[in-house]
Each structure stands twice: as structure tokens, then as C-alpha cells.
């Protein structure tokens, strides 16, 4: 049993308590479920990759948006994770590609730029037919992100290509007097003219 608890507690996001509650559910389902849990676990690992061009999960060489030739092909979406593609595709507003980086540049977890999939994505810029017109970086808002996105700025900034930024600030329904300063500050700057 504390194999199994110990094992349950090395994934992102569950700490000694949820594991230890996840494995006694476990032990309370009947068989039949636990074998589907376990069998759906090794079918993904064995079936599920990474995209061969933007390193999005897939069960094919390449991914559902990078195949999908209705995609406008002048723009990727830079990200750290597919988790940030599911949540872009989500909205239905972004219509481009995407590059999963696998990550965000962190010294102190000792994640520097080999780790990432950033020589990929200037192989793919460089190569790209058509030209790739804009570039969006899409990095987490907090240190490891904004340091992601300007090493990010700094190689792009040689082509002759739009490289934007996601706006960041206040939530929809959010009120001002619960924003922290960082939010209410990056919403000010990344404010715009109101159209009529």
C-alpha cells in the first residue's frame, strides 16, 4: 500500500494527503475499473508523442492542428506545455500553429535552453514555406516564463518577423481591489484604445 501511495505522490499536483486518499479509493473500486485505470496509463504511454513539428501530444506523427491545412500557417503560437494548447483551443479565437517548448528556462531546476525545444523552432522559422509572419509568445506570466520570452525576443528579433506578446491583467469579472500590484500593473501597460 505505501508503494502505491508513494508512487501516487510523485505526480504534479498531489501531495502526501490526495495520495494517500487516491490509493484507499483505489483499493475501493471493484477490479474491473482499477485494470481499465491501469490499462488506460500504459496505452497512453505506449500510443501518445510528441508532435514531429511542434511537439504538441499526439497519436499520429503529427499533431490535429498541425495537419489541419485550414490553420494559417504565417503564425505559431509559442508555449511551454500541450496544456497551453488545450486552453488556447479552448477559446476558438487562435486559427494559427502551435511550438511546445516542453518547458520554461529554469537554472535553479536545471531547465536551460538545451532542454528546450528552442533550436527547433528556429529551425522551423528559418525553413518555413510560407514565411511565418508573426510569432506569439505565449510563456507563463511569472519569472521563468518572461525569462523564456525574452531569450525568446532576443533570438527572433534578427528576422523579419511581428513577435508578439499575450496580453496579461485583469480577469473577466475580476474586481481591481483583488488584483495584486503585478496584474494591475501589467494591465495598465498592456492597456488599449477603445474603438468607437
Known sequence: MQALIDELGRMPGIGPKSAQRIAFHLLKVPEEDARRLAQSILNAKAKVRFCEMCFNISDEPQCSVCSDERRDRT????????????ALEKTG???????????????????GVD??????????????????????????????????????????????????????????????????????????????????
Open 75 to 86: 503564425m505559431i503560437c509559442v508555449v511551454e506545455e500541450s496544456r497551453d494548447v488545450v
Open 115 to 196: 532542454q528546450l525545444k528552442i533550436r527547433e523552432l528556429m529551425i522551423r522559422i528559418n525553413d518555413a514555406d510560407p514565411t511565418i509572419q508573426e510569432v506569439i509568445l505565449s510563456t507563463n506570466p511569472n519569472t521563468e516564463g518572461d525569462v523564456t520570452a525574452m531569450y525568446l525576443q532576443r533570438l527572433l528579433a534578427p528576422f523579419e518577423i511581428k513577435v508578439t506578446k499575450l496580453a496579461s491583467g485583469l480577469p473577466v469579472g475580476g474586481d481591481l481591489e483583488y488584483a495584486d500590484e503585478l496584474t494591475l500593473g501589467r494591465a495598465i501597460e498592456g492597456r488599449r484604445e477603445v474603438g468607437a
Open 93 to 111: 479565437v487562435y486559427k494559427g500553429l502551435y511550438h511546445v517548448l516542453l518547458g520554461a528556462i529554469n537554472p535553479l531546476e536545471g531547465i
